[in-house]
């Protein structure tokens, strides 16, 4: 179709995430995409410095997922989960029972990271429902946390700065710390854990579940913090009978250099939740990895089971998808591309800080961030980085990047000279 054409239903008809309706800005239009470029309807060529969303990790038309899914495609597209089971699920969750630490050997599959974190926020009720203390209703997080769009993610995304604020007084209401205020790579102080300890003190006898992203906070300001507080707050939560869940949507499959990122701090969850790179970027698909302990009390209490359960779950497409991402995880080619990518940010980057309007450049694993010191001027930067052949996609004050583990060198430098030149060039209102 006539890309001028297509662009004029689109603004017609679609409503894109996070824009408003119709949208203020001309999306676009991409083709094609392989490896970590994108093609656009006019032929030209995008460095994705994005991972789509950060879920593209192994790049676009990787052989190996694509005859995956083409071959499940032979066999059946979708089958419902409740009653039946299929050999991708089955094979899929035995991997991943095998990449997580032990005791996370039962998976409960959803149809998303957000889906999975309701899932993950049911499965800690219940657990003390099925313990006879019903009172544990209520659910701890970390200000900057975010943790999805669905009503009950939002819940635990941050109350006051978050993309979510707006919806108040809609949302349950649940306890916040401040986030952990030792970051990654400062010296350990022991004080940072006190509005944790007080607050289990106060009101631990209602808690059901500690809801952290591990070491990264992502979309909540991209926020690296110290592995300590983990080490600390896994020891609290048992002390004071709290669940800890672990939200790795963003982090998982070694996107900070570590396999997940609960192992810079060695501890292990209650409760694992995976998404985004789970299908390599190919599907929509989350999983929710916990105990046999767990799951059986959970199961032997009120209803005898864990009420959830959706239609597209265990999709056969997405799981097979899935075995073959993982598979590529397991041969390890990421432990050497994502400290090349550390290393390539890190340099390419630096030059960020010297910007009188840059507050912090950051780096760990493959993921790199220059906040500013206001508001990114996205309706003047967007284009400007398409004109420099990237997409980079910045939001409130971070211009970020989290580029598929397989981008050449060549391409991840051209990444890196492109933010820091539009940087430079449109500060942000108040600074300029």
């Known amino acids: 179709m006539d890309v001028i054409r297509l662009l004029e239903l689109d603004r017609r008809h679609v409503w894109h995430p996070y824009a408003p309706m119709p949208a203020a800005m001309a999306p676009v239009v991409v083709r094609s995409a392989r490896g970590a470029r994108l093609q656009l309807a006019d032929g030209q060529e995008l460095i994705d410095g994005m991972a789509s ?3 593209v990790i192994h790049g676009y038309c990787h052989p190996a997922l694509d005859a995956a899914i083409t071959a499940q495609l032979a066999q059946m597209a979708h089958v419902m989960f409740g009653g039946i089971t299929h050999e991708p699920a089955v094979l899929l969750a035995q991997e991943l029972a095998g990449l997580a630490p032990d005791p996370l050997s039962v998976v409960f599959f959803a149809d998303s ?3 999975a974190m309701e899932v993950a926020m049911k499965m800690a009720f219940q657990y003390w429902m099925g313990r006879g203390r019903p009172e544990k209703c209520r659910l701890l997080a970390l200000r900057g946390g975010y943790h999805g769009d669905t009503l009950g993610a939002m819940s635990v995304c941050d109350p006051v700065t978050g993309m979510h604020a707006h919806f108040a007084r809609i949302l349950p209401q649940h306890y916040f710390l401040p986030r952990p205020a030792v970051p990654w790579g400062a010296a350990w102080d022991a004080v940072a854990m006190e509005p944790l300890r007080q607050t289990l003190d106060r009101h631990g006898a209602e808690i059901a579940a500690l809801v952290l992203e591990p070491i990264v906070q992502g979309a909540g300001g991209m926020y690296f913090y110290h592995p300590q507080f983990l080490r600390e707050a896994r020891a609290l939560c048992d002390a004071f009978e709290v669940l800890l869940i672990a939200d790795e949507i963003a982090t998982g499959f070694g996107r900070t ?3 997940f990122a609960c192992e810079h701090a060695g ?7 995976l998404g985004k790179a789970l299908t390599g970027g190919y599907l929509t698909l989350g999983a929710v990895l916990t105990s046999p302990a767990l799951a059986e009390t959970v199961s032997a209490g009120g209803p005898g089971c864990l009420m959830h359960g959706p239609t597209f779950m ?5 799981c097979a998808v899935a075995r073959a991402a993982v598979e590529l995880v397991r041969q390890g080619g990421w432990r050497q591309e994502v400290p090349r990518l550390e290393a390539a940010l890190r340099q390419g980057l630096a030059p960020c800080q010297e910007l009188p309007h840059v507050a912090e450049v950051r780096v760990l694993g493959g993921i790199g961030v220059v906040e500013l010191t206001g ?3 996205l309706a003047a930067l967007q284009p400007a980085f398409v004109e420099a052949g990237v997409w980079v996609r910045p939001f409130g004050r ?7 583990y397989v981008i050449g060198d060549t391409d991840l430098r051209h990444l890196c000279q492109a933010v820091v030149a539009q940087v430079a060039a449109y500060p942000p209102a108040e600074a300029g």
Do not use: F, K
């Open 53 to 55: 969303w950060w879920a």
């Open 113 to 115: 990271g957000s889906v």
């Open 257 to 259: 250099g570590r396999l």
């Open 267 to 273: 501890i292990v969850p209650d409760i694992l939740v």
């Open 314 to 318: 265990a999709n056969p497409l997405a």
């Open 375 to 377: 508001p990114a001027p």
């Open 398 to 404: 971070l211009v970020y990047l989290m580029p598929p």
